[in-house]
């Protein structure tokens, strides 16, 4: 069963910086592309940050490139995102993202809240 399990929200002031995580489970977790979505509200979910298996070649949406890292430990089956120069507009909740036998599985979120 895949489980994917986020951590390391919370609240920051503009210009902060946060790390999240993602324990992955229930699936060989070096075989598979891992991303980061995130959501306000009722919005659509975008992808933040796209790392293939080996983590080369990481993808970007253009709003957080140069501010935003995306790596994974293919060892200890954990995905990350280091965020730093945060904004109000960073603000959301951030989903781990797994593409595996045809079906996206997500976990259950974290809230990032950036605000003075």
């Known amino acids: 069963q895949v489980q994917l399990v986020e951590s390391g929200g919370g609240l920051v002031q503009p210009g902060g910086s946060l790390r999240l995580s993602c324990a992955a489970s229930g699936f060989t977790f070096g075989l598979y592309a891992m991303s980061w979505y995130r959501q306000v509200s009722e919005k659509e979910r975008e992808r933040v940050a796209f790392i293939p298996r080996r983590g080369s070649n990481t993808d970007y949406i253009d709003s957080v490139k140069g501010r935003f890292t995306i790596s994974r430990d293919n060892g200890k089956n954990t995905v990350s995102l280091q965020m730093n120069s945060l904004k109000p507009e960073d603000t959301a909740v951030y989903y781990c993202?797994?593409?595996?036998?045809?079906?996206?599985?997500w976990g259950k979120g974290t809230l990032v809240t950036v605000s003075s």
């Open positions: 993202n797994v593409w595996f036998q045809s079906m996206d599985y």
